[in-house]
């Protein structure tokens, strides 16, 4: 199975950038360009059209980057125009005919995120930065590229990993607007990538950028996975940042155990690595003990066990046992050995699957008094919708209830429970919805 798997952590993703990387992998870019750079035949109003793929460097490391010099008039051109174009240029190109799939998909998610964000059909929205040449440049230079390394065939699999959105604001035709852009938000909302804000105040995917990866179904996987890397491509697109490489990182190869690899599973998604770190200690109180699980829940690590166990002296002793990530290792290491004087500390980095959970916070009457109690609810997400693992009222809620009405923390638990059934029945609901508009 030939494997390409998009590392975006350092990037996120636009539709340039994303092509600069592919164009890495044909044995010629400027023959795909050529043909690009004849887009300009295909619509009107393109007086100059130049496309070329350079090399750059970030720190020492050689890039991918596209430059295209575009002189247009675009005021006029609305979807069915942008439309028209793709179909011709494709039908004129030889595409595979999966290849023509997927490139009318992309544009057709562009030009419905925009509708559904201002309320319109898509044959009347206006069109703005959308209605660009550098719209079909991206969408017909990814696709074909892709149709060049045969990607359309059954044995080719994409993967990626979590997706850093950015933030702050972008200045846009319609005026400021919060980062993510509506468009790329409402491609999102059709999609299961996996994304997360920051870690920079700027946008880091473009609509365009996350319609090309959200209709490639990528299977998510947030390390790279067990595969022999043929070849390896950075690109860069152009914006520049401080404290921000932005480069993103695209690994071409083969995976030779497919059993392994079962990335349509729900909870691959949930995949991290964590680090479990070890002492054994039989020379210290349970008091400096005590300090110890202090000064690391501090350090918001994941979890502390402190095991007993018998030393091969057969002296009484204890394993201190922290999970934490992986960036966390060895600040944590210098606390355990500064507090217990502990000569070593074993590490080891594991994956783990981490299923989400949220808070939902609920008032309970009891004897006439309102309390408040925060709910627990952990549960998996798929395209079958939310799956219900869990719902626990948190131990600390109920304690304080506990003191504030005089009854027994069991009481307490058992008067609780009836808001389950209300939880339990709100998400069923949110799922038959779901299913009703699919």
Do not use: W
């Not at 502390?304 to 018998?310: D, F």
């Not at 966390?328 to 004087?341: A, P, T, V, Y």
């Not at 080891?348 to 925060?374: A, F, L, M, P, S």
């Not at 709910?375 to 693992?389: A, C, D, N």
């Amino acid at each position: 199975m030939r494997v390409l798997y998009l590392d975006l952590n350092n990037s996120g993703i636009s539709g340039d950038m994303f092509l600069a990387s592919l164009l890495g992998l044909v044995p010629d870019s400027r023959v795909i360009l050529q043909k690009l750079e004849s887009l300009k035949n295909y619509l009107s109003g393109v007086s100059r059209l130049e496309i070329k793929l350079i090399e750059t460097q970030y720190s020492g490391i050689q890039l991918n980057q596209l430059k295209i010099d575009i002189k247009e008039s675009k005021d006029h051109r609305t979807g069915k125009t942008l439309q028209n174009a793709l179909d011709e240029f494709m039908v004129n190109s030889n595409m595979s005919k999966g290849a023509m799939d997927y490139a009318k998909k992309v544009l057709n998610s562009l030009l419905q995120a925009e509708a559904e964000v201002h309320g319109d059909l898509v044959e009347k929205i206006h069109l703005h930065e959308l209605s660009s040449v550098d719209t079909l440049i991206d969408i017909l230079g990814v696709t074909t590229t892709l149709d060049e390394i045969n990607f359309f065939e059954n044995d080719f699999t994409i993967i990626c990993g979590k997706i850093p959105l950015g933030g702050g604001m972008i200045k846009t035709s319609h005026g400021l607007m919060a980062i993510p852009a509506p468009a790329t938000v409402k491609i999102l909302e059709k999609s299961d990538l996996l994304t997360y804000g920051g870690p920079i105040e700027s946008e880091l995917v473009t609509p365009t950028g996350i319609a090309l990866l959200a209709n490639l179904n990528p299977k998510f996987l947030q390390y790279l996975p067990e595969m022999i890397i043929s070849k390896s491509v950075y690109s860069t697109g152009q914006k520049t940042f401080n404290n921000f490489s932005n480069i993103l990182r695209v690994f071409y190869g083969e995976s030779k155990v497919k059993a392994s690899m079962n990335l349509a599973h729900p909870l691959q998604k949930y995949l991290e690595q964590i680090s479990i770190l070890e002492t054994d200690v039989d020379d210290i109180s349970g008091e400096i003990i005590g300090n110890l699980i202090d000064e690391l829940e501090k350090k918001h690590v994941l979890d502390i066990q402190i095991l007993h166990s018998l030393t091969k002296k057969n002296r009484p002793s204890h394993v201190i046992k922290v999970l934490c990530y992986p960036e966390q290792i060895f600040d944590l290491i210098e606390i355990i050995i500064q507090e217990i004087g502990t000569l070593g500390v074993r590490f080891n980095t594991v994956n783990r699957v981490c299923i989400e959970r949220k808070i939902e916070t609920k008032n309970i009457q009891i004897d006439e008094r309102i309390y408040e109690v925060d709910y627990k609810i952990s549960f998996i997400e798929s395209k079958k919708g939310v799956e219900l693992i869990n719902i626990k009222p948190e131990y600390e809620d109920l304690k304080k209830v506990s003191i504030k009405s005089g009854l027994s923390i069991k009481k307490v638990q058992l008067l609780v429970q009836s808001e389950l059934k209300h939880i339990y029945d709100k998400y069923k609901e949110i799922n038959n919805r779901k299913k009703r508009k699919v």
